[in-house]
C-alpha cells in the first residue's frame, strides 16, 4: 500500500522560495499519479499542481503558475514541489496524494501535510 510522506515546509517571507517533498514508500511511486493540494485556515481544499505517472504530464492551478513546477524522481519514490515568488495566499498545510487517474479524484493515499506559512 502506498505511503507518503510530506516534508520541507516552513515559513518563508513573501517572495521567498520552499522546495516541498512527497517521499513513498510501501511500493513504488511510478504507478501513481500524483497531486499536490493544500488547505488554508477558512477555506476548503484546493488542488495546486498535478503530475503524470512519467512526469511528461503536468498541471498547476491558475494562482500558481509560473510560480510553482511539480516534478517527480521515480528512482528517488519522491515527487516535488518547487514554490517560488512565494505570497502570503500560499500559506496551508500542503497535502500531497495518489491516485490511478491523472488531475483526477479519487485520490486514494494521502499524506499527513507539511505547513506552509508566508509571513514577514
Known amino acids: 500500500q502506498l505511503q507518503l510522506v510530506e516534508s520541507g515546509g516552513g515559513l518563508v517571507q513573501p517572495g521567498g522560495s520552499l522546495r516541498l517533498s512527497c517521499a513513498a514508500s510501501g511500493t513504488t511511486l511510478d504507478s501513481y499519479n500524483i497531486g499536490w493540494f493544500r488547505h488554508a485556515p477558512g477555506k476548503e481544499r484546493e488542488g495546486v499542481s498535478c503530475?503524470?505517472?512519467?512526469?511528461?504530464?503536468?498541471n498547476y492551478t491558475d494562482s500558481v503558475k509560473g510560480r510553482f513546477t511539480i516534478s517527480r524522481d521515480n528512482a528517488k519514490n519522491t515527487v516535488y514541489l518547487q514554490m517560488n515568488s512565494l505570497k502570503p495566499e500560499d500559506t496551508g498545510v500542503y497535502y500531497c496524494a495518489g491516485g490511478v487517474r491523472f488531475c483526477s479524484p479519487p485520490y486514494n493515499y494521502w499524506g499527513r501535510g507539511t505547513q506552509v506559512t508566508v509571513s514577514s
Open positions: 503530475i503524470n505517472l512519467t512526469g511528461g504530464s503536468t
